[in-house]
């Protein structure tokens, strides 16, 4: 009998490795690099500083005979980290929608539009990588964020309308203690949101909403929206956080203007009780997969302990 069942699981072993081979899965490895140079007077981040990021992504795609998309992703740090892995995540994909599952930033940051972003989010005044942080003004993203474990569901687009969704079992699956045990319910949250994206001839119009519930007392409402013409891009979010200890606004708004390699770009965030945020930059497109960025961040947190300010030149290279 014993020999029959392993006979039996060999057949069906070399049946299904029959059904998709690796030479049928398109497979690719791409990636970024950031080179630079920073300045900054903040006081944790006080002189000049080099800044040097990267990541390689290896993504694999098989589209099977029934239409339906098989894909996977794992993004690597260039460089040795706690967090040696970003986002991780398989998703099956067709008429029904996408299914996704491993870790990712959730529904609400995923499809959130309404925030002008410099190459990288490396200079910016809205979700992004802070070179100065105005003595506490912190820079915000949409949502929670972040890149833990989770399940996620992104409906089919309807004439450019889309819901989503995802759960996440721990806000504190990501990091240098991810494994590949399963993530139980502890601190964990929901998010679901809907957004549209349309063009009418050469006008652009985007707006996003989400709610996020972390199921221990706070709410998080989050709209975005942008418009765009002619090469320029308006782009405003509005983020309302509800906790047993009151609620809190915050509004950013940036603007965009694209002609050629050319790009310019900034905005202002206004984060309630914490401080402003206003940040500017130009980009120009040195060769393909290749840009130069120049900008420059400042803040203020209304008086507290003082401003700050702060500048970096830099060379994305996308490969």
Known sequence: MKKVLIATTAIVAAGLGTTATAAEWDTRVTGYYFLGLGVSDNGGQDGVAILRDG??????????DNGITFQ???ELE????????DENYGTISGSFGTILIGGNDDAVYNNHVGTIYAPGARIGYYDSFSLTTAAGAAFSNPGIGSDQLGIHYTSPSLSGFKVYGSYHPSTGSDGGGDSNNPVFETD????????????????????????????RGTDLITIGANVSASGFTLAGTYENTDTAAGDTDEFAIGAQYSTGPWTVGGGFHDQEGVGEVGAAWVTYGLAPGVLFTAGVEYGDDNGTAGSDFGGLAYLTMRF
């Open 188 to 215: 964990d949250y929901w998010t679901v949101g809907a957004s549209y994206n349309g063009d009418f001839g050469d006008f652009g119009f985007g707006i996003s909403a989400g709610y996020t519930d972390d199921f």
């Open 78 to 85: 260039a460089f040795t980290s706690g967090d040696q892995i």
């Open 55 to 64: 990541e390689a992504h290896v993504r694999a795609k098989l589209v099977a």
């Open 72 to 74: 996977a992703r794992i």
